[in-house]
C-alpha cells in the first residue's frame, strides 16, 4: 500500500497533534530513520521509513547523533562543512534536513558526463565527518 505521510514538526502542521506526537506513545524512542535509495535503475524500492529505531542493514559504521536545536523544522547544527577537501564553513551552523525538498535535474547524458568533475562534500555531523562523493549526492533516474 502506498500512502503519504506528513513528517513535519507541530509548530508547522495544521493538524498539532500530528503523526509524531501519536508515534510517541507507540515508540517511546522517539527515533525514525529513513533509507533513500541512490539507484533507481537497477531497484523498485525508492525508499524506506522506518519507525521505532534504525535498519542496520542499510549503514556502515557508526551513526553520527545529532539533536535537533529547532521544534519548527528538523534543523540540526553542522560543525563544518568542506567541498574537495577545502574547508568553506568552520564551527557551527544550523542546517535543516529535509526529505521532501525538491531536486535539481538535468539532461542525463550532460549529468553523467559531468559527475567525475562533482567534489566530494564533508558535513561535519555530531562530531563526524560523513564525506558524500558525486554518486552519494546525485540521483540517477530516467524520465520517460
Not at 519507525?51 to 521544534?71: F, K, N, R, V
Not at 562533482?118 to 558535513?123: A, G, N, R
Amino acid at each position: 500500500m502506498n500512502g503519504t505521510m506528513r513528517g513535519g514538526s507541530r509548530n508547522v502542521s495544521a493538524n498539532a497533534r500530528g503523526c509524531w506526537i501519536s508515534l510517541q506513545i507507540l515508540c517511546p524512542t522517539a527515533v525514525f530513520s529513513f533509507y533513500l535509495n541512490r539507484d533507481l535503475f537497477n531497484n523498485t524500492v525508492g525508499g524506506e521509513l522506518t519507525l521505532c529505531g534504525i535498519d542496520p542493514t542499510h549503514y556502515q559504521g557508526p551513526i553520527a547523533w545529532e539533536p535537533l536545536i529547532s521544534e519548527t523544522y528538523w534543523q540540526i547544527q553542522l560543525g563544518g562543512l568542506s567541498i574537495n577537501g577545502q574547508q568553506i564553513i568552520n564551527g557551527p551552523f544550523t542546517a535543516i534536513v529535509d526529505s521532501g525538498t525538491s531536486l535539481i535535474a538535468g539532461p542525463p547524458a550532460l549529468v553523467q558526463k559531468t559527475i567525475s568533475n562533482l567534489p566530494p562534500i564533508t558535513f561535519v555531523i555530531g562530531g563526524a565527518q560523513l564525506v558524500m562523493t558525486a554518486q552519494s549526492y546525485v540521483i540517477k533516474v530516467s524520465i520517460s
